[in-house]
């Protein structure tokens, strides 16, 4: 059976981000000759979604999309899922599968842990007591996302002696910000700060945390910072959706959207209609 596997990349105005997550797919392909991949965008980019979702089903009878995209929010939850459901209805000789994204999981610790070793090391080893860690994400309107980050910093406090210094920040939509958490921090008595950008590509938001970490160096002289970078070409993420696409003939692996009970209507008319209300998102 012929199969495409389309990677959905977030979509930046920051070329080089775009231009990642494409050698990404490039490098991911290399890694697995035996798979056809494509990659599109859900906005900002060249190729999007329904583009990428037309132009696949083209060409295979079966297309397993996989969101490289961290956390379920709106564009996992509604958007990608109404650009398949269309394509489903264009295309009804075609299969699509839905993945879900990357998620709050072991593997994306394991990648923050080593971020966190590598600085602790940067720093010369300060005590770890002395020396707070922010968890910096993107920020989104959905509180299951936000929850996401706050959750992986759970994880990082348990298995380090940082405590109870182990705080998130958001750079946008939701709070706190990164200035009103270092404030705490100092106000606590940490001598170093960690920031730990949860995040998987370059773009917009990591040149700004970039410019932030250059202001606070600035306004704290005292503080010692050391700023980790983000996850994009770590082992963990090729494995993360490497396993997602072997994981597409079990159902209890999709997306809960692919296999929510409107769906057996659309497998015989392919109208999946997703204006019905999600309770298990």
Not at 183 to 200: E, F, H, S
Request: with cysteine; proline share 6%; charged share 20%.
């Amino acid at each position: 059976m012929q199969e495409t596997i389309l990677l959905v990349g977030h979509g930046s105005r920051h070329a080089p981000g775009n231009e990642e997550i494409t050698a990404f797919a490039q490098r991911w392909q290399r890694q697995m000759p035996e798979w056809h991949i494509e990659v599109c965008f859900i906005e900002l980019a060249e190729v999007l979604l329904d583009e990428g979702l037309e132009k696949a089903a083209k060409q295979a009878e079966r297309v397993i999309v996989v969101p490289l995209i961290l956390n379920a929010a709106g564009h996992v939850k509604a958007e990608i899922p109404e650009y398949i459901a269309a394509a489903r209805r264009q295309y009804p000789q075609t299969e699509f599968i839905y993945m879900p994204p990357l998620g709050a999981c072991d593997a994306i610790f394991s990648i923050l842990k080593r971020r966190l070793q590598q600085a602790m090391r940067d720093l010369d080893h300060p005590d770890p007591t002395r020396t707070g860690v922010i968890l910096l994400g993107r920020g989104s309107s959905d509180p299951m996302a936000n929850g996401d980050v706050a959750k992986i910093a759970r994880w990082l406090q348990e298995s380090t002696e940082h405590r109870h210094m182990i705080d998130i920040a958001f750079t946008g939509i939701t709070y706190p910000r990164l200035e009103t958490v270092v404030q705490q921090q100092v106000r606590l008595g940490m001598m170093q700060l960690i920031i730990l950008p949860y995040y998987l590509f370059t773009g917009v938001l990591i040149e700004r945390i970039q410019r932030q970490v250059q202001h606070l160096k600035q306004q704290y002289p005292q503080i010692r910072f050391s700023c980790g970078d983000y996850f994009g070409f770590e082992d963990e993420i090729f494995m993360l959706v490497s396993q997602r696409v072997t994981q597409a003939d079990t159902p209890e692996h999709h997306m809960p959207c692919d296999g929510c009970p409107h769906k057996a209507a659309s497998d015989h008319t392919h109208h999946h209609d997703h204006h019905h209300s999600h309770h298990q998102h």
